[in-house]
Nanobody, 119 residues
Framework: QVRVVESGGGLVQAGGSLGLSCAAS????????MGWYRQQPGNERELVAQRTAGGSTNYADSVKGRFTISRLNADNTVYLQMNSLKPEDTGVYYC?????????????WGQGTQVTVSS
């Protein structure tokens, strides 16, 4: 079992910055990728940014050039730096961990953290 814990988020004015941290813990697994998704009212959860174990990154078109996903001081942590925030970035942000373990692989979610950008 992989435990995913998020921190960060909050309220910021348009044009401001926020950071989100995510840490995965547990035993007997290896991480394939970690990323952030967001869900806005009435919409499906969508990928915002993802970082693979090999260091490759992928971003939604809407956040390219403004958001950066990076590894923190351990392989099982990632940080999402969000700059030049817009009201349309408002939503609940979820950390997702893709992990492999003996016999299979699975995806794990954090509890979600609210990001609100006021105009």
């Amino acid at each position: 079992q992989v435990r995913v814990v998020e921190s960060g988020g909050g309220l910021v004015q348009a044009g401001g910055s926020l950071g989100l941290s995510c840490a995965a813990s547990g035993t007997g697994f290896s991480i394939n990728a970690m990323g952030w998704y967001r869900q806005q009212p009435g919409n499906e959860r969508e990928l915002v940014a993802q970082r693979t174990a090999g260091g490759s990154t992928n971003y939604a078109d809407s956040v390219k050039g403004r958001f950066t996903i990076s590894r923190l001081n351990a392989d099982n942590t990632v940080y999402l730096q969000m700059n030049s925030l817009k009201p349309e970035d408002t939503g609940v942000y979820y950390c997702n961990v893709l992990a492999s373990y003996w016999g299979g692989h699975d995806g794990y979610w954090g509890q979600g953290t609210q990001v609100t950008v006021s105009s």
